[in-house]
């Protein structure tokens, strides 16, 4: 167990529509990243958060969009959902200095139909 | 820029067998480079990490990786491969930036 948590393991949905995931770093981690894990594309990063702050972007769409929280879980937003949205979606946490280990929840699996 | 590129999408080795995982990346300035594991339904997680402490990194169940900055490779191996081993390996790099990239992974097979 990483003590990184995500909510919901599953998600199913239909084309055009919105979801969140969520997720609960480790304890004492101030640092989440949003990675898109697909048989096409491989694991792909997402974006950073550090202390409630946007720190690092990458591969994300403009459909796409997260936050950090005060009590610093982290919510991703995915709207406009397409059929090649379907992918494990995975949060992980570290303390936020580079070079840090980081420590992946165990992903949401979403489909959309 | 940074990259990491991982050769062989697929490794099949017998049990007992030496297991070598390839990696080799690109960065301009000094990297942090991890190998991390993958098991069936589950997240990540990291076998061993190089911060520029030392060039052979001892990680996790027996894996160990040799950082070779004339050859910019990042190399996992294994002496003795076990049932257990098997699952996708991702190698990733951080260097300059707080973005971490990840390889496109490999899928050890372990042959009885």
């Known amino acids: 167990d990483s003590g990184v948590t995500q909510t919901p393991k599953h998600l199913i949905t239909a084309t055009g529509q919105r979801v969140t995931l969520r997720c609960s770093p480790r304890s004492g981690d101030l640092s989440v990243y949003w990675y898109q894990q697909s048989l096409d594309q491989g694991l792909q990063f997402l974006i950073q958060y550090y202390n409630g702050e946007e720190r690092a972007k990458g591969n994300i769409l403009e459909r796409f969009s997260a936050q950090q929280f005060p009590d610093l879980h982290s919510e991703l937003n995915l709207s406009s959902l397409e059929l090649g949205d379907s992918a494990l979606y995975f949060c992980?946490?570290?303390?936020?200095?580079?070079?840090?280990?980081?420590?992946f929840g165990p992903g949401t699996r979403l489909t959309v139909l | 820029a940074q990259s990491v590129t991982q050769l062989g999408s697929h490794v099949s080795v017998s049990e007992g067998a030496l297991v070598l995982l390839r990696c080799n990346y690109s960065s301009s300035v000094p990297p942090y480079l991890f190998w991390y594991v993958q098991y069936p339904n589950q997240g990540l997680q990291l076998l061993l990490k190089y911060t520029s402490a030392a060039t052979l990194v001892k990680g996790i169940n027996g894996f160990e990786a040799e950082f070779k900055k004339s050859e910019t490779s990042f190399h996992l191996t294994k002496p003795s491969a076990h049932m257990s081993d098997a699952a996708e390996y991702f190698c990733a790099v951080s260097a300059g930036t707080y973005k971490y990239i990840f390889g496109t992974g490999t899928r050890l097979k372990v042959l009885a």
């Open positions: 992980a946490s570290s303390a936020g200095t580079p070079g840090d280990e980081q420590f």
